[in-house]
């Protein structure tokens, strides 16, 4: 960092202090997550609208394609600003291309959706495209730390050589025309080489990322996604207020779409991130890739929201249990990965497994109620009572079992057992 904070001339690129005290998010980081606003509306919308005309498959499969491509750059960006983040003006201006590969990947997000639903040739150029522009702009930025930070040399020309590997294979999946099947077997070894490149990075040498800087970034992009969840509850309430006017449907599913995202915020944020990161650090990778569930499935339940409001519109070609399912099942997922995660980092909970078992029951519930006729807003308010039970049993349990976790990983690494 600069050594005057109003000045933004070459720094050095050592990397940062990784116990540095009261590191925060910077502005330019806040700047970078709010393109993902877009990326995530964008993805959402359109698995949205492939659900409504029950394109099941083609959806799942086009936003998984999406969710990756934006989660792994967003994953990427933010481990090595944790790491080497200067602010000076040559950080900020590559930041800048990556925003801008941010924003370009977006606007190819559409027609990849698209292409996919019609059986045609997958159309990925322009989502491909601005994908590889952030790789690269991240390969000058290893290659910069590479030169600088000569303790960590092999580690970071690791990245930069795999991530060019990788752009390489990239490039010829944008430039090949071909049909789905062939594009995926395209794009899984070049999923895996990307997803391994920090693994055999960091073998060479560990780079000093912040472990509650990474945690407060993590819960960041956690609440951009959830933003996705307020755009769909509104959605769907002006559906129903635009064909029924202000109604008790109305009420519920206003209270429900927001009881929702505020459900799912209080339920990620009860994970102890930043200190149980900090005390194990060699969880890294479980941590950083185990996040990527949580955060789709956070944008698809938004999506099904906008479902809803599809089917609430009758522009929607499925039952009234397709589209509770579309809320239901990314709940299930965010609620069963965050549980995953939690066990991962804390260890085995029996009390908050069968917690979890319990709330995808009701969510299965709550599908079962609309296929026999329960009104959508009601089964949307069964959804959120799933959630808050979960939150309640947190509280009054998981919330000690937490802390008592923690006391035993900061005992065993006082014994440098950890």
């Not at 996919?116 to 930025?141: C, K, P, T």
Request: with cysteine; net charge neutral; proline share 3%.
């Amino acid at each position: 960092m600069s050594s005057n904070p109003l000045r933004h001339a070459m720094s050095r690129m050592g990397g940062r202090d990784p116990h540095e005290k009261h590191r925060t998010a910077t502005p330019l980081e806040l700047f970078f997550d709010l393109t993902f606003v877009i990326a995530f509306g964008v993805a959402g919308s359109q698995f949205a609208h492939q659900i409504a005309e029950a394109h099941f498959g083609a959806g799942l499969l086009a936003f998984s394609f999406a969710m990756f491509s934006v989660i792994w750059a967003w994953i990427n960006f933010s481990w090595f600003a944790s790491a080497y983040d200067t602010d000076d003006w040559i950080f900020r201006v590559v930041t800048m291309v990556q925003l801008l590969g941010v924003l370009i990947l977006a606007m190819g997000i559409e027609p990849m959706f698209h292409s996919i639903s019609e059986g045609r040739h997958v159309d990925n150029a322009v989502m491909v495209g601005g994908y590889v522009i952030m790789r690269l702009a991240l390969v000058f930025q290893w290659l910069r730390a590479a030169r600088q930070d000569p303790d960590r040399r092999l580690a970071c020309l690791t990245y930069a050589r795999l991530l060019v590997l990788a752009q390489l294979g990239w490039i010829v999946v944008l430039i090949v025309q071909a049909d789905v099947l062939a594009t995926f077997l395209m794009a899984a070894p070049l999923f895996l080489l990307e997803m391994a490149a920090p693994y055999l990075a960091e073998r060479r040498a560990k780079t000093p990322w912040h472990a509650h800087h990474i945690a407060e970034r993590y819960g960041l992009l956690a609440i951009i996604a959830l933003g996705e969840c307020l755009i769909g509850a509104i959605e769907t309430l002006r559906a129903i207020v635009a064909n029924h006017g202000w109604s008790v449907d109305a009420a519920l599913v206003g209270l429900g779409g927001t009881g929702l995202a505020f459900a799912m915020w209080w339920i990620y944020f009860i994970l102890p991130t930043g200190p149980s990161l900090h005390l194990q650090r060699h969880r890294s990778f479980g941590f950083g890739y185990g996040h990527m569930p949580i955060f789709a499935a956070i944008a698809a339940a938004g999506a099904g929201l906008h479902v809803v409001a599809y089917y609430v519109d009758h522009e929607a070609h499925i039952s009234a249990a397709v589209a509770v399912a579309s809320i239901a099942v990314p709940v299930a997922v965010f609620k069963v990965s965050l549980t995953a995660l939690f066990t991962y980092m804390l260890g085995v909970d029996r009390a908050i497994l069968a917690g979890t078992a319990g709330v995808v029951v009701l969510l299965a519930g709550s599908v079962g109620l609309a296929a026999v006729g329960v009104s959508v807003p009601v089964c949307l308010l069964v959804v959120v009572l799933a959630l808050a039970i979960s939150i309640v049993v947190d509280e009054r349990r998981g919330v000690a079992r937490s802390e008592a976790a923690l006391s035993r990983l900061q005992a065993r690494a006082a014994q440098g057992r950890v």
